[in-house]
C-alpha cells in the first residue's frame, strides 16, 4: 500500500473511530424542565411542517372535548362520546400505567443508562423502563406481542438519537376520553445542549386508524447529577 493511500485509510479510520467515541452523553438523572419559552425550538423545526404540536406535556393537560387541533376518527370521536370520566377514579383503574406515547410526556424525573449497544430509560411514573436497541437489529413481525414501551430501535444522526418505536400496545393518547391503536407508529428525536444540562425530545406519532396526519410533542428536561428515581409504587386505595 503506498504511503498516500495508506495515510488517507488510517484517517478514514480514526474519523470512524472519533465518531463512535464522540456520541452525546445522555447518562444521568434528568428532572422535567417547566419552561416559558422552549429552549429545544431548533428540534421542534426539524418536525414535518404538517404535523400538529400538542401543547399538553409536563404538567399541562387539555380539557374534555380539546384534542390539541388534532381530527379524530369517527371511531375515536364514538369513544370520546361514551367515555365516562370518573370511571378514571375507579380502584380497578388507578394503578393502569400508559403506554410511551403518554408516559414520557408526565411530570416525573426518570434515569438514563447509555452503552454502545443499547440504551435503557427508567421512568419514575408506573417504575415504566425502555430499551432502545442500537445494533441495528430490526423490530420484529407484527405478530410479536405489544407492551406499554413498544419495541424501540435507535441510530444517532450526528448529535441526535433517533429512535424508532412499534408494537406498541394500546391507551391513553391525552387523558381526554379517547386511545390510540395498537398501530401507532412512534418516531423520536433526543438531543442534548452544547453544555449537557438540557436534554430535548420530540416525539412524532401516526395513528390513522385513531386520527388523520401526525402529531407531535416536546419534551425537555435538566440534568441534576447524583439524583435518583423513586419507586412509584402505585397504591390502588387512592381509587374509589
Not at 362520546?81 to 370511571?87: A, T, V
Not at 441495528?136 to 405489544?146: L, N, Q, T
Not at 407508529?185 to 453544555?195: G, I, M, N, P, Q
Request: net charge negative.
Amino acid at each position: 500500500m503506498h504511503g498516500g493511500l495508506r495515510l488517507a485509510v488510517g484517517a478514514v479510520l480514526l474519523l470512524a473511530a472519533a465518531g463512535a467515541i464522540a456520541a452525546p452523553n445522555l447518562e444521568g438523572f434528568w428532572t422535567v424542565k417547566f419552561e416559558r419559552q422552549r429552549s429545544g425550538q431548533a428540534l421542534i423545526d426539524e418536525l414535518p411542517k404538517s404535523a400538529v404540536l400538542i401543547n399538553d406535556t409536563g404538567a399541562g393537560e387539555l380539557a374534555a372535548g380539546d384534542f390539541g387541533g388534532l381530527k379524530l376518527s369517527p371511531a375515536a370521536l364514538d369513544q370520546v362520546r361514551n367515555y365516562n370520566y370518573q370511571d378514571e377514579l375507579k380502584r380497578e383503574n388507578t394503578c393502569n400505567a400508559p403506554t410511551v406515547a403518554f408516559f414520557m410526556q408526565a411530570p416525573f424525573p426518570m434515569e438514563i443508562y447509555q452503552g454502545s449497544k443499547l440504551i435503557v430509560l427508567k421512568m419514575e411514573y408506573f417504575d415504566l423502563t425502555r430499551v432502545i436497541f442500537l445494533d441495528g437489529r430490526p423490530h420484529p413481525p407484527p405478530s410479536a406481542p405489544h407492551s406499554r414501551s413498544g419495541h424501540s430501535v435507535g441510530h444517532w444522526e450526528g448529535d441526535t438519537l433517533v429512535v424508532d418505536t412499534t408494537h406498541i400496545s394500546s391507551g391513553t393518547f391525552m387523558n381526554n376520553g379517547f386511545n390510540h391503536s395498537d398501530a401507532l407508529h412512534l418516531t423520536e428525536k433526543f438531543r442534548v445542549s452544547d453544555d449537557g444540562t438540557t436534554l430535548w425530545l420530540t416525539q412524532l406519532y401516526e395513528d390513522p386508524q385513531v386520527f388523520s396526519g401526525l402529531a407531535a410533542r416536546y419534551m425537555a428536561w435538566t440534568r441534576k447529577p447524583g439524583e435518583f428515581v423513586y419507586p412509584y409504587d402505585c397504591d390502588p386505595s387512592y381509587g374509589k
